[in-house]
């Protein structure tokens, strides 16, 4: 495991600070909804992603994860 380069997660950051403002206006507009959160220390970049190695292409079982809460949170898990 190899932590990626500063300026590559400062990129990152900002862009998860876009993402942020937009699920929060997300949960605004909706009167609240449930959240997924995942543990990034559990979960890690996968180098075989298809689309390349970046800081948000999680390996497969994180979406798996993040699929079963999902499903959860509609009552179909």
Do not use: K
Not at 35 to 55: K, M, Y
């Amino acid at each position: 495991v190899v932590a990626f380069p500063e300026a590559r997660l400062e990129v990152c950051r900002g862009q998860n600070a876009m993402l942020n403002h937009g699920y929060d206006l997300l949960a605004e507009a909706f009167g609240g909804a449930g959240t997924i959160e995942l543990d990034p220390d559990v979960h890690l970049a996968d180098a075989a992603h298809r689309w390349g190695l970046e800081p948000y292409h999680y390996e497969p079982a994180y979406n798996d994860y993040a699929a079963g809460l999902l499903r959860s949170l509609l009552g179909r898990g």
